[in-house]
Nanobody, 117 residues
Framework: QVQLVESGGDLVQPGGSLRLSCAASGFAFSRFTMNWYRQAPGKERELVATITSVGGTTTYADSVKGRFTISRDNAKNTVYLQMNSLKPEDTAVYYC??????????WGKGTLVTVSS
């Protein structure tokens, strides 16, 4: 019943932009902290961005700060990741994650972003 479905991954050129979406269902979305993670081939999964439930405070990895923006629309049960000035090193599978007090965690299946000329 619980679902997190990512979309928006694509092949883009360096310097381009892309917006990822994650549609959530089957749980109390507004009470969960939402995160975007990414995993490149041969690398560990890393946290890219976080947005809290109450207050909507955002946090970013240093590698994407100033280029990426996380946002959420609780009325639509959707979290977004706007990615600008993309670099080849941003190439990865991007995963949506929902977290409640670190006690309950849900994961999407991921969407592939490839940055290449």
């Amino acid at each position: 019943q619980v679902q997190l479905v990512e979309s928006g991954g694509d092949l883009v050129q360096p310097g381009g932009s892309l917006r990822l979406s994650c549609a959530a269902s089957g749980f109390a979305f507004s009470r969960f902290t939402m995160n975007w993670y990414r995993q490149a081939p041969g690398k560990e999964r890393e946290l890219v961005a976080t947005i809290t439930s109450v207050g909507g405070t955002t946090t970013y990895a240093d590698s994407v700060k100033g280029r990426f923006t996380i946002s959420r629309d609780n009325a639509k049960n959707t979290v977004y990741l706007q990615m600008n000035s993309l670099k080849p090193e941003d190439t990865a599978v991007y995963y949506c994650n929902a977290d409640f007090l670190e006690l309950i965690k849900y994961w999407g299946k991921g969407t592939l972003v490839t940055v290449s000329s």
